[in-house]
């Protein structure tokens, strides 16, 4: 990792309607779900996939989430995700991410996610070797 | 069946601040997860369990749905779930549904799910017989 | 409208994890969310928007919705949602959709959602004028 | 608050189909959900009711959430929500929770959400009146 510049991956949603509630903003809890597309997003960025990973028997489960919300966003705008690996142990990961109104710009929320390397059984384990290149490639 | 009389199973949830939309009242795909809520609800009370049928190794699949919407409800009110069993035959089902406000009696919102009877990986099958016995049952 | 072909708009949209259900593929009520974000894309294509018909005073809630599904999806995949308008009437409008994996390109779902146009307090109304125009411009 | 002993009110939710992923198990973001299920209870527990604050002209949006994941559960379990007011300040709530399996009676997550009393149109404020009372008649 030159210069502690880790890569920030930005992601672009469109609100859907059905995430926004009767405060007329979207729900605390679909930031959940945008922090989720935007970690999802990140891997394909790093050549990696979480299908792939489950698919090669590994499970990366959230075992703490963090959310501090600032300012509300409505239907009709757009949310910027942007998401960065903030820490990346033999078991352990941790997702930090900002998000952002594209109509103005202020932030919305940030937060950060951690997950732990697991077998399909839950069993913890260690990182899969092919993260371990993948994140030697983008560091 | 006596006298054509079906069973109908009430289930009453809660509006969750969650379901609402910017609309003031609840998201039209909520309804869908009611009517989910009241089928399940449906099997418990008919002595079977979504869980123990895919404990099994059937799945339900829905393979229609149909919705008519007639009016919102709000947050602080609770939704009245009326569920029936339409038709069964041996490789498909059709679940009815009712749903009403609790706060004035008026219907939300009717409709109907298909469904038929799979094997996990999807091939489509005949009922369990646990299933069969359990409709002689009640009817 | 030249010749009854009906502008089809199409949208993409990764799977997202949290739409998936216990038995691995999207949950059937995540696809009335699918349908309206086509229906937004469109409407944004036509160069309106609902925001905007909701800012100038109208709702066009969803009145009747069916879907017949086809296939699962599962996440890794992208849904391709095409949307198109079926029928506008002074008070009525109706979308069709075609939902496919952009993996097998194989259908999943299709259906209609059928609305109304209303004003804010619920009150049956006439399509807006704008709406109108848009209509004439696009067919 | 007599001997610091806080009131502490439980809620019981079968899981839905439609909260499970393809993990099998509770999509991690529903527990937020669930958090708001136990907090909407305990408020009409307390005699109040946030469909009231709201129709009062106040707003309690959520400001900081953490969530700590011990394990999941299943479709066919039912989750114990314990929640609590930890904290009431002026402008400031803090509700906590534990969330626990009926069937095994396991851990499944914990964590809290702060909150700021607010005028509909977003301006922080003092809670409302009667909340301090309904408050003193509790502790």
Redesign the interface.
Known sequence: MSENRPLIVETRE?V???E??????V????Y??YF??GR??YMREMGS????I?ASGY?L?????????TE?I???DVVIIRCWLEESRSRQLTFAYDLLSANTGNKLVSGYTRHIWTEIG?KVTRAPEIWNKLLNSIF
Chains 1, 2, 3, 4 share one sequence.
């Open positions: 469109h859907r309607y059905a926004t509630d009767a405060m007329g903003v729900h605390h809890a679909s959940l779900v989720e597309e999802s997003h996939n979480y299908a792939d489950e499970r489960p959230v075992v703490e989430a963090n959310l501090r919300y509300g409505t239907y009709g839950g």
